[in-house]
C-alpha cells in the first residue's frame, strides 16, 4: 500500500513538473515536426530561426526525460514515446483551439463534433439531434458522415468527441485500450431479394444455396460486409464476389428490388424504403448475427459533452 501511495505521489511531481514547463508554442511545435518531418520547415511554419526551435525541442526533450525524435539527413522522425507524445499534443491543442471558439462564440456555446455512418445518420440521428437542443439549445453541432474505419481514426486522432457506430466484439477489442463503448441497442440483419425471385417462396435456405446467387454488397471493411463474409466462412464457403457494392443500405435494397441479386440490409431499412414491399425478407437456415450499435469515445476523454450525449440518448427510440 506504501509503494502505491509513493507511485502515486511521485506521479503527481511528476505531471506538476511537466505542466510548469511545457508551454502552449511548445504543443504548437511538436505539431509541426511531425506534419513538416524537419527541423527547417517547421521552424518556417511557426516564423522561428533553427536554432531556436531546436533549443525549444531540447527543453521539451529535458521535461520528458528521453527523446522524442530521432534526428537523421532526411529530417526528424518519432520515436515511440514520441508518437505518443504527438498525439496528446494534437489533442491539447484541438482541445484549445475548440475552448477559445466556444467562449468567444454569441452566445457562448459549447461545440459537440458527432460522427456516424450514413445510415445511422439518417435514422437514429435525427431524434438524437432534436433530443440534444431540447436540453441544450445553445449547443453547436457538427456531423461528419464516414464509414466505421475512418470514423475510429478520426475519433482516436482527436477530430471528433464520438461516434455512433455499429460494431463487433473484435472491434471493441483491438481498439479497447483508446476507446470506450457504451452499448446502446442491437440491431438485426435481413438478407432479401426480389419478390419474384425463386428462392423468395423457398424455406430454411442454406448458404451454400446463396453462394450460387449474384450479390449486391457493402464495401470491404463496412461492419455488415465481415457479418456476411464470416456467414459464409461458417457454411465452409468462399464469400460472394459482388456484382454491385455500395456502402448505402437503402440503395442495396432498390437494388435487390430491381432483381440484381441477393443483398443483405439493417432490419430498420425496410421501415424507411419505398422498395420494402418489392423485397422478400430470404427464410435462411442460419440467420446473420445481429450488430451492437453503441456510443463509442476516447477512454480517456470525460468531458459533459458525454453526459449530454447520454442524456440525449436515453430519450431516444431505437429501431432495432
Known amino acids: 500500500m506504501a509503494s502505491m501511495d509513493s507511485q502515486s505521489a511521485s506521479s503527481g511531481q511528476d ?32 516564423s522561428l530561426t533553427q536554432p531556436s526551435l531546436s533549443k525549444m525541442l ?4 529535458l521535461s520528458f526525460g528521453r527523446p522524442l525524435f530521432e534526428r537523421s539527413a532526411r529530417g526528424v522522425a518519432p520515436t515511440p514515446a514520441g508518437a505518443v507524445v504527438l498525439h496528446g499534443a494534437a489533442l491539447l491543442l484541438d482541445e ?57 481514426r478520426a475519433l482516436i486522432d482527436g477530430q471528433l468527441d464520438a461516434v455512433l457506430a455499429t460494431y463487433t466484439p473484435d472491434i471493441a477489442a483491438s481498439e479497447a485500450r483508446k476507446l470506450a463503448f457504451e452499448k446502446l441497442h442491437e440491431a438485426s ?23 450460387r446467387e449474384p450479390w449486391v454488397l457493402p464495401p470491404e471493411g463496412v461492419l455488415l460486409r465481415r457479418v456476411i463474409d464470416d456467414a459464409f466462412a461458417r457454411a465452409g464457403l468462399a464469400p460472394p464476389v459482388a456484382r454491385v457494392t455500395s456502402a448505402n443500405p437503402l440503395t442495396n435494397l432498390q437494388l435487390a428490388a430491381a432483381g440484381l441479386g441477393v443483398s443483405a440490409v439493417p432490419k430498420a431499412a425496410l421501415a424507411l424504403s419505398t422498395d420494402a414491399q418489392r423485397v422478400a425478407c430470404l427464410d435462411i437456415r442460419h440467420r446473420l448475427p445481429s450488430g451492437s450499435v453503441g456510443l463509442l469515445y476516447r477512454a480517456s476523454h470525460v468531458h459533459p459533452r458525454l453526459d449530454l450525449l447520454r442524456a440525449a440518448l436515453a430519450k431516444c427510440d431505437f429501431p432495432t
Do not use: C, N
Open 15 to 46: 505531471l506538476r513538473r511537466l505542466a510548469s514547463r511545457l508551454r502552449f508554442r511548445h504543443l504548437q511545435l511538436l505539431v509541426a515536426l511531425r506534419d513538416h518531418g524537419s527541423l527547417h520547415a517547421a521552424a518556417e511554419a511557426l
Open 58 to 61: 531540447k527543453e521539451i526533450e
Open 96 to 152: 484549445l483551439e475548440r475552448l477559445g471558439r466556444e467562449a468567444s462564440a454569441e452566445p457562448p456555446a459549447m461545440l459537440l463534433r458527432l460522427g456516424a455512418p450514413p445510415f445511422l445518420a439518417l435514422t437514429v440521428v435525427p431524434q438524437l439531434l432534436l433530443r440534444l437542443t431540447e436540453l441544450a439549445p445553445t449547443l453547436q453541432i457538427t456531423l461528419p458522415e464516414s464509414g466505421v474505419p475512418a470514423l475510429l
Open 189 to 211: 440483419y435481413l438478407v432479401v431479394v426480389a419478390q419474384q425471385h425463386p428462392l423468395a417462396r423457398q424455406r430454411r435456405i442454406g448458404w451454400d444455396v446463396l453462394a
